[in-house]
């Protein structure tokens, strides 16, 4: 078996199955076996999987297993050379996947490799993410990436050729079977968000490369799976950033992260309550931000508890 195809799902019945299609039309020779995990969907998902995809092998799960659970469960039964992560609001272009196979296999030294991510108009996505630092998480980020380029690559930044990148979007992730083997899987303390960042450290660490493949190029949705729950994700990303922090971080970092961000929190809470003010509510896009962020600084004032967030 070449690859090992992983799709994590969850109320994502239309994207899933569009997914799935663009991996069993783009596969070409390769021999792919493709595996989805069925996060306690209410829609449908696995049977739709079930009738339009006889040869998937589809995992239901009673609860929400989380990202990081339901890809370690899939990888238990996976066969391939390679283990690639596909969202399921990703789509494949038709030679992608065969083109990240053999550029992998051309470079032994590469562990993990990404493709360029489009949005529906053609248009370029950021691919390339940066390992998580007080900078990042506490400054701008499109700023970072103008004044420091190299060090903060972005998709203002066109690649001709595969570069070797601090990490990638997870939307797209073929991992050299060794070092999943090596590192373990990913990270199950991670429910959603931050989980594929982490990922890529742990092979850094033990000298493998990670690469952005721009001749690769994949559709991608780009939160399809998480829009629909904002607020709720939201919490989420914060909890992840944390436990990425707690696991990578000194103590130091950790408290200063902690403190730089509950004030921004406030500051831009107040900002959104004074546009909200002045619209009488009527801007979807601030009412939308507003929730978002009160449902984080409530998290907080609750102490940050576990069953706040995605539901479980």
Sequence with gaps: MDAS???????TRVLTCAAIASVRAGAGALRVQVIAVDNASTDGTAEAIAKE????ECIRSESNLGF????????????????VLLNSDARLKDDAL????????ANPGAGIAGGQLLNKDGSRQNSIANLPSLATELLNKSLLRWLFPRRYPGKAQVYSAPVQVPSIIGAFFVIRRGVWEAVGGLDDRYFFFFEETDFC???????WGVFHLPQVQIWHEQG???????????????????????KNH????????????VCRLIVNLLVALFINALTLGRAPKWRDR???MWAVAWWHLRGCPEHMGLPR
């Design 5 to 11: 195809i992983i799709v994590v799902t969850r109320n």
């Design 290 to 292: 507003l929730a978002a």
């Design 68 to 83: 990081a659970r339901a890809v370690n469960l899939a990888a238990k039964r996976a066969r391939g050379e390679f283990i």
């Design 250 to 261: 000194s103590l130091a970092e950790r408290a200063a992260l902690r403190i730089g961000l």
């Design 201 to 207: 450290l742990q092979p850094r660490r033990r000298g």
């Design 224 to 246: 399809g799976s998480a829009r629909k729950t904002n607020a709720a994700a939201r919490i989420e990303y914060w909890r992840s950033r944390y436990a990425y922090f707690r």
């Design 53 to 56: 995809f006889p040869e998937v």
């Design 98 to 105: 065969p083109a990240a196979i053999e550029w992998m296999r």
